[in-house]
């Protein structure tokens, strides 16, 4: 007989609006019936109530935050979280606005049995700070009653299993309410009092909604479920209970969405090279801002470091009542190599340099050089985005030349007396892009001491190219 695993999110929608006061009483209300559907810890102490109209919360708790209830908001963040136990288990099954069904079975050899995989799942779950009830069953039917009955146990034992399912009265199932008052008036109070007629006495008694009911609720019945096959990608939305209008204020709601970048990319190996960050303004365009890193990182600290460079650029057109955290370019995990007797070079390697200069200037203002087969000095060389340089040849070094560390953009006069110490290095090229040049090149001391790299052309005449440092 199958197992099976149900997640009951009583109260999604709040776990998922960030709010940073923990003292502070929220309550998501339904905007049609004008009910309490949900609330937070602080609230129910001042004894607001699920279900409770909005003017008895209000006039319990006067510093109540409202919140109107979205049913959409609650199904997107479901299917984030069954993407995200898809790592640990599969058959996951969305039941919405709330509820995740999960077939146990097939994961039980995997993980030695149901508490270990439910150690597995518990943890996981624990990144994503949602409050949740729980509880197996022989079927979909009875692990779905008993978890949003809050049985919150592990078992798969069948007979504990039936006997705790029998114990329930009809109103915990779900059956439609005048069904259950129909069963009420001839006397059937509990699912053990149900469970006791046969089920061709049900059919003939009652209707055959009502067996299928039962058949699937004992397990006899086939129960059709739609299994969910995410997308392998990171994409999270974090709605705000405020808006904010400073833009360091974001700091603390980005921590919480890298917290679960960094266990979706080490979960999988991998590390992130762009992300993108979408500001949802109210009444207003929505703002895309990308951070980018240049050896890739998956560590939550090393993005929020690089988005508080990133961010300071930025200015708010709009308060930011909603933010969005998607992955632009991702890759396997690469082990960086170090000389074992080269030692520490510093705090910072090059790429680490070059991901903070980038989140701090932008990545169109960081440049790199690359070499390349022109031997006319000026055309050496050639900006390209430091992700796009390409390594050195073993023939390129075998073939390189003494040449000065700075390099002047335009040949100056030499208009001072010098002491010539290598040369001459002749180069002739450029005839075929209109820009020759005819040149012999000197390494020249001058009576200040300085290291000069100076060229005399066909007419005599002496220029100074560079310095040596």
Request: glycine share 4%.
């Amino acid at each position: 007989m199958a197992l099976w695993l149900y997640l009951h999110f009583p109260t999604l929608q709040l776990d998922t609006v960030f709010h940073d006061d923990k003292e502070c009483a929220i309550a998501i209300v339904d905007g049609r019936q004008h009910q309490v559907v949900q609330a937070n810890a602080t609230a129910v102490a001042q004894g607001v109530q699920l279900g409770m109209g909005l003017g008895s919360a209000a006039a319990l708790c006067q510093d109540l935050q409202l919140h109107p209830y979205d049913a959409q908001s609650e199904l997107t963040r479901l299917t984030d979280l069954a993407q995200w136990l898809y790592v640990i288990t599969s058959d996951i099954c969305l039941c919405p606005s709330n509820g995740l069904l999960i077939k146990a079975t097939n994961m039980l050899s995997l993980y030695g049995g149901v508490e270990s995989y439910w150690q597995a799942m518990q943890q996981h779950l624990q990144a994503m700070k949602v409050h949740f009830n729980y509880s197996t069953g022989l079927s979909p039917l009875c692990a779905m009653m008993m978890a949003k009955q809050a049985r919150n146990w592990i078992e798969d034992d069948p007979i504990a299993l039936k006997q705790a399912m029998k114990r329930y009265p009809l109103s915990c199932s779900e059956l439609p309410n005048k069904q259950v008052e129909k069963l009420q008036r001839v006397g059937l109070q509990t699912i053990e009092d149900l469970l006791a007629i046969p089920l061709p006495d049900i059919a003939k008694r009652f209707d055959i909604d009502l067996v299928n009911y039962v058949g699937r609720l004992i397990g006899q019945f086939k129960h059709p479920v739609d299994f969910y096959h995410p997308p392998e990608r990171f994409r999270q939305y974090l709605e705000l209970l405020f808006d904010i209008e400073n833009i360091d204020w974001l700091q603390k709601p980005l921590a919480r969405l890298f917290a679960q970048l960094e266990t979706f990319l080490k979960l999988r190996d991998k590390v992130a090279f762009e992300l993108l960050l979408t500001l949802h303004q109210r009444d207003h365009t929505d703002t895309s801002v990308h951070f980018y890193s240049a050896q890739g990182d998956y560590l939550a600290n090393q993005w929020q470091e690089l988005s508080k460079l990133t961010l300071e650029s930025i200015k708010l057109e709009a308060p930011v009542n909603g933010l969005t955290l998607a992955i632009v370019r991702a890759d396997q995990l690469t082990v960086n190599e170090h000389d074992l007797f080269s030692g520490e070079k510093g705090a910072l390697t090059g790429l680490e340099l070059i991901s903070k200069l980038q989140a701090k200037l932008g990545s169109q203002a960081v440049t790199s050089l690359q070499l390349t087969e022109d031997p006319r000095p000026e055309y050496a060389t050639l900006p390209l985005a430091p992700d796009k340089i390409h390594p050195m040849k073993a023939s390129d070094h075998l073939h390189k030349k003494l040449r000065p560390s700075l390099l002047y953009t335009q040949p100056m006069p030499l208009q001072q007396p010098v002491d010539l110490v290598l040369g001459p290095e002749r180069i002739v090229s450029g005839w075929w892009d209109d820009h020759p040049i005819k040149r012999d090149y000197y390494i020249a001391r001058s009576p200040q001491g300085q290291w000069l790299w100076i060229f005399r052309t066909d007419d005599k005449q002496w220029f100074v190219h560079g310095q040596f440092s």
